[in-house]
């Protein structure tokens, strides 16, 4: 291809100099002027070295378009610190531990429920009243018998510090009062077990026993179900081999398929049991809810950040290569000139963790330099390529 090119050039000069040329040094030969056929013969030389300078400009042209067709193209990227945070993927569902079933404590009829499925309460508040069987009357009774025997108590007590009457008669008096108020503490005992009241704050999610029905702590049937929402987490089991790096106040990114929503938090505690079965230690990560759309049960998606590193260098991992030792290794271009002319070098590499399509480079690469991106899997050691942007 190349010499035709040549072929084609000369021909188009000795066209450009013309038939009059030829013709010129035919006369000047037939006329036998021995001056005006040296003179001719100077010019024709002097054309001859133009033309041999241009066609020497035009091979050295030719070749350096030679050189760079056989050169590989690549693209490069630089590499620089930045900021490297890696996320531990887990499941886990939310958990209350304000999540209770309220019981009857004392046998009766359910006379009197005051609250209705979704309400919110307060702890203490009174949710329900069970028929006390006349226990309010017999409690009535006592307080009655306890102010009497208080009042004998008591004269007995000023009597007695005046040295009136007998040491047996005020001790007498002390031991009965002092045994009536036991029965009124005992009796008010049970009668508060009639009243059915909130245990914490929260919300009625279940009313499971109507008014008028007839319940028993044996009968094992829950009257309420009551929760907190405001006090949520969430229960993952975290392999051990992260236990250095999944401590209390790290960062969590929460993730719930069902709501579309996501919210951060962070671990509020840690367990200091290994499970032998899996080989693992719960972390519990507490769940704001400040709209009350997170229920209990609810699965979630944590992303705990175990690792961060403010100067981290990142590749993509589709750059690391593999050797037959078994070490990573990507191409660098090296050497590069002012026409993006490069040599490309194998450097080995040490990688850490990963994060989506990234990986950090933890040795073997310092910022700065130029690792070599499309074309790296074409290319050999100490190959010469064009890179190009």
């Not at 307060?122 to 102010?147: C, N, P, R, V």
């Not at 009639?194 to 026993?209: L, T, Y």
């Not at 829950?222 to 960062?251: C, H, Q, W």
Request: hydrophobic share 40%; glycine share 6%; proline share 3%.
């Amino acid at each position: 291809m190349k010499n035709t090119f040549i072929i084609i050039l000369i021909s188009l000069l000795i066209t450009s100099c013309g038939n009059g040329s030829v013709d010129s040094v035919e006369t000047l030969i037939a006329e036998g002027n021995l001056e005006a056929i040296k003179l001719k013969k100077q010019e024709i030389t002097e054309k001859q070295k133009l033309l041999t300078a241009e066609l020497r400009q035009l091979d050295s042209f030719i070749k350096i378009k030679d050189s760079n067709s056989k050169l590989a193209l690549v693209t490069t990227i630089k590499t620089e610190e930045r900021e490297f945070r890696h996320y531990l993927d887990l499941q886990g569902n939310v958990m209350t531990k304000q999540n209770v079933l309220i019981y009857p404590e004392m046998a009766g009829t359910l006379i009197k429920v005051y609250v209705k499925e979704g309400q919110n309460v307060k702890k203490g508040q009174l949710l329900a009243t069970i028929d006390d069987g006349g226990m309010s009357s017999q409690l009535e009774q006592l307080k009655t018998q306890a102010a009497l025997a208080k009042t004998t108590f008591e004269r007995q007590k000023r009597l007695w510090e005046q040295k009136i009457g007998s040491e047996i008669q005020y001790l007498q008096a002390e031991t009965n009062y002092q045994a009536v108020m036991n029965s009124v503490k005992q009796a008010e005992s049970q009668l508060a077990k009639s009243s059915i009241r909130a245990p914490f704050s929260g919300i009625i999610d279940n009313v499971i026993q109507e008014q008028g029905t007839v319940v028993s702590p044996a009968s094992g049937q829950a009257i309420f179900r009551i929760i907190n929402l405001s006090d949520m987490y969430i229960e993952v089991d975290v392999p051990e081999s992260y236990i250095n790096g999944v401590t209390v106040g790290k960062e969590v990114n929460i993730y719930f398929p069902v709501l579309g929503d996501s919210i951060t938090s962070t671990i509020r505690q840690t367990g200091n049991f290994i499970n032998p079965t899996n080989r693992s230690f719960r972390v519990e990560i507490a769940v704001p809810n400040t709209k009350n759309t997170i229920k209990p049960n609810l699965t979630a998606r944590v992303q705990i950040n175990d690792y961060s590193n403010t100067n981290a260098i990142l590749i993509p991992q589709s750059l690391i290569s593999e050797n037959a030792e078994g070490e990573q290794y990507v191409y660098v271009a090296t050497e590069v000139d002012s026409d993006n002319m490069a040599v490309a070098k194998k450097q080995i590499i040490r990688t850490g963790l990963t994060q989506g399509d990234y990986v950090e480079v933890l040795a073997g690469i310092t910022p700065e330099v130029q690792v070599v991106m499309e074309g790296a899997r074409n290319v050999r050691e100490n190959q010469k390529v064009k890179i190009i942007q």
